[in-house]
């Protein structure tokens, strides 16, 4: 027997649409877990494809990489800009295509913040790099061996230690540079009488500390001084750098222009600052000198010619000299006969005693000795038994009290003692450090508080004695790291 059990009409019409709903929810189901799975996928691919876009952060730095070379147009105008703490920076200052017959266009350059051999007979050394690195490559590396330490901080103040300076001393120097911006005549000058030599002087200790037409601080007032030294050349025929008329003037103020227009030439010239008519001009200057030697090795006034010498114009004359010999506007050689014929003059009118005076008498201004000492060792003669000689009467007869200081003529005179310490720390060695103990804290506590000094230091009188003091103490004070020493003795 079988049993057959048949659903209503109804019952079976339930059934379809259960299994129609059934479905229907199923393909949905379905079709959602599908799009889930895509969005999913589509989120990560996205991520995947879209780069994020790098924040851009800028960096301002007192001291630009001199690699970064910025061309700055000329025009005769000198805007001074904020000052800034002194550094290194390397702009191009591109000469103008037509400049005047008698006065420069000046480089507009962005300005806020110091040769010579001595004994070693190296001219140009090992490089420097850009700022900061300051072992190898271009930039200051084309500046002369022996003036290339004055340039970075940190070996400046390692030098200035080492060599028995301290960094009271190193403020001195910022306040007199101070000073001395703040004092400059419109014209780029300095002071009321012997401009040139003025000037000549105070670009010297600017240069002395490394402020050059790129300095930050000091930019505008080296850029100035330049251009005043340049246009004083380019009104004189001859070439003679000088503001005085006649007398004994403008032998010195030549003399010592000349200085400080070539140890400005070697820095522009290898730091690629352009600035126009400044190797005319010295290079004019340099062969003015030159020429102006006497047949037996001496200068004179108004460089005449005679069988005597002026030591103290003839040590300006030297010292220019081989700043000139540093620029590379003569071949090396030009040089060998005028040295030569100094140092043999020097040689000839030293005294027994050591003294090196003021011509052919070593008893009139022996406190110039240190100038004769030098001489020898700026010409590769550290060795010569001139200079141990010359070494050992000032470390008999030299003295320095600026208290008692009352004349040019005392023993104590800036302008002596501006020679003697270079020739006593180039010497070095316990001769050194007696005399750096005996000057060094005296000059420091002499300055006054507006930066200056005010103590006697030449025939000049009290229209420069301030200026002409200043300028001869900051370069004292900058000895230190100034040039590179001789060991030679």
């Not at 940190?154 to 030098?159: K, S, V, Y």
């Not at 380019?234 to 032998?251: F, Y």
């Not at 070539?262 to 010239?269: L, N, V």
């Not at 000198?289 to 005679?306: F, R, S």
Request: with cysteine; proline share 4%.
């Amino acid at each position: 027997m079988s049993l057959h059990v048949q659903l209503s009409p109804e019952a079976q019409e339930n059934l379809r649409r259960q299994r129609r709903n059934s479905t229907i929810s199923s393909v949905l189901v379905s079709f959602l877990v599908v799009a889930s799975i895509f969005l999913i996928m589509g989120f990560f691919f996205i991520n995947i494809q879209v780069k994020e876009t790098p924040t851009i952060v800028t960096y301002e730095a007192s001291t630009p990489d001199e690699n970064q070379i910025e061309e700055k147009k000329v025009n005769t105008q000198v805007q001074r800009k904020p000052s800034a703490p002194s550094s290194s920076m390397t702009k191009v200052i591109a000469a103008s295509n037509s400049t005047s017959p008698v006065s420069i266009p000046v480089p507009d350059v962005d300005v806020t913040t110091p040769s010579m051999d001595f004994g070693d007979g190296e001219d140009f050394g090992g490089g420097w790099g850009s700022a900061g690195d300051f072992g190898s490559g271009g930039g200051f590396g084309k500046i002369p061996s022996t003036m290339r330490k004055r340039c970075d901080p940190q070996d400046r103040m390692r030098r200035l230690k080492e060599a028995g300076g301290t960094e009271k001393g190193e403020k001195a120097v910022v306040a007199a540079l101070d000073y001395l911006q703040k004092t400059q005549n419109a014209d780029g000058s300095w002071d009321v009488k012997h401009q040139a030599g003025m000037t000549g002087l105070a670009l010297l200790a600017y240069l002395g500390h490394c402020e050059t037409p790129q300095s930050k601080k000091y930019g505008d007032t080296v850029t100035k001084a330049l251009t005043y030294l340049v246009n004083t050349g380019l009104k004189n025929p001859q070439g003679m750098i000088t503001a005085t008329a006649g007398g004994h003037g403008p032998a010195y103020e030549h003399g010592i222009a000349t200085y400080a227009l070539a140890e400005a030439y070697t820095f522009c010239s290898k730091l690629n600052i352009k600035f126009p008519d400044l190797d005319k001009v010295t290079k004019k200057a340099g062969d003015v000198l030159m020429e102006g030697q006497t047949p037996v090795g001496g200068w004179l006034y108004g460089y005449a010619k005679g069988a005597n010498g002026d030591n103290s114009v003839g040590f300006w004359q030297i010292q220019a000299m081989k700043a000139c010999k540093h620029t590379g506007l003569w071949k090396d050689s030009d040089f060998k006969k005028h040295s030569k014929l100094a140092l043999e003059w020097l040689e000839k009118v030293q005294g027994a005693d050591g003294a090196i005076g003021y011509n052919s008498n070593s008893t009139q201004h022996p406190g110039l000795t240190g100038g004769g000492v030098l001489a020898f060792q700026m010409w590769d003669e550290g060795d010569h038994k001139a200079v141990k000689k010359g070494v050992e009467w000032i470390e008999k007869n030299g003295k320095f009290d600026p208290k008692a200081l009352n004349n040019d003529r005392h023993p104590s005179s800036l302008y002596y003692q501006y020679y003697h310490m270079q020739a006593m720390m180039n010497y070095g060695g316990k001769e050194w450090d007696k005399y750096n103990d005996m000057v060094r804290d005296p000059l420091i506590a002499a300055q006054a508080k507006d930066g200056s000094w005010n103590l006697p230091c030449g025939s000049h009188g009290q229209a420069t004695q301030m200026h002409m003091s200043t300028c001869l103490a900051t370069l004292m004070l900058e000895v230190y790291y100034r040039f590179l020493p001789s060991s030679a003795k």
